[in-house]
């Protein structure tokens, strides 16, 4: 299939075409069931190697790839860079370097500075994914994101998006402008003047600075965490006058559509940029859903890399061998 995803990395959404991002969620919507099924275990990506290598915490991101990794037989190793020779000064790409000559099939690498990832990417002969670079991308969580809102409302076409919150450090809000924006979807951005990205509406976006009439007649409310350790600056006044006026809670989700449904990519600040009333409501938000799906995503994911590493270099792969 020519014009399903083919690439050998995945480092952002930003040049996905709409084909290649229907046959991620295709691929993902077909291993949610293996997932909820009691043998999860497949034997896809067997005598492969899926090395994590994470410069910065995660909880959902690092834990979902190692068991997607694990659900397609894949041997995996999990790098803790505090105790690796990171902590010793060895660089990205020396790091990255030393990873390689172990041949791996797959890194999946998060890194705290926007651009890392892919810089890597050039420099060695397996795939690279993207778990997250800077303020950057996180394309796994958009399609994540996508996925879940597409087994919803059963469509990305046409639906009100609004994208809520600290955008600016935000690389879940890139990924998912980028993405939904292929995908047809009408994306807004609320944000407070001081955590919006400059010249967004250039990504085919619109900008509100009030809330109420941001997630108007909106389906889904995405909301963002507001992420205090990309912030050198005030760039709110204090946590209560940024929930008063940018968190959701039940009064000011009313101005959404009815059936609108809420995201968070997690971890949530409760009462900071959500109420935990809103994000506990099994009927409103699906934020344990975007969790669930996160490992189908992954799968799909790693095996779609692995598969086109391996075309690449001219081996055969599943039912071709
Ligand atoms: N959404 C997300 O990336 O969460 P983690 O930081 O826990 O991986």
Redesign the pocket.
């Known amino acids: 299939m020519t014009s399903g995803f083919i690439q050998r990395h995945l480092l952002g959404t930003r040049t996905l075409s709409a084909a290649e991002i229907l046959d991620l969620l295709d691929r993902a919507d077909r291993y949610v069931a293996v997932n909820r099924s009691p043998e999860k275990k497949l034997s896809v990506l067997a005598g492969r190697t899926v090395i994590n290598l994470f410069y910065e915490?995660?909880?959902?991101?690092?834990t979902s790839f190692e068991l997607a990794a694990k659900r397609l037989s894949a041997d995996v190793v999990n790098m803790q860079t505090g105790a690796s020779s990171v902590a010793k000064g060895e660089t990205l790409i020396d790091t990255a370097a030393t990873l390689n000559a172990m041949h791996p099939d797959v890194l999946v690498v998060r890194h705290h500075d926007s651009g890392a990832v892919s810089l890597l990417s050039q420099k060695v002969n397996c795939a690279v994914v993207n778990a997250?670079d800077g303020w950057h991308e996180?394309p796994t969580?958009a399609l994540l994101d996508a996925l879940t809102i597409r087994r919803r409302k059963g469509k990305l076409a046409g639906l009100k998006v609004a994208i809520c919150g600290d955008v600016l450090h935000s690389r879940?809000a890139r990924s998912n402008i980028h993405l939904l924006t292929t995908m047809g979807a009408e994306v807004r951005l609320v944000a407070p003047r001081t955590l919006c990205i400059p010249g967004a509406e250039s990504m085919g976006v619109s900008v509100f600075h009030d809330m109420a009439a941001g997630i108007s007649g909106c389906d889904i409310v995405m909301m963002l965490r507001i992420q205090n350790e990309r912030m050198s600056g005030g760039y709110i006044p204090s946590t209560r006058e940024y929930f008063r006026h940018f968190g959701l809670d039940r009064e000011r989700l009313a101005a959404a559509k009815p059936d609108a449904l809420v995201m968070h990519?997690?971890?949530m600040n409760r009462g900071v940029e959500i109420d935990s009333d809103i994000a506990d409501d099994v009927d409103r938000s699906v934020i344990r859903e975007q969790v669930e799906m996160g490992v189908a995503v992954r799968m799909a994911v790693l095996e779609s890399v692995t598969r086109n590493l391996a075309r690449e270099n001219g081996e055969p792969w599943g039912d071709e061998k």
């Open positions: 915490n995660s909880t959902r991101t690092r997250g996180h969580q879940v990519p997690g971890p």
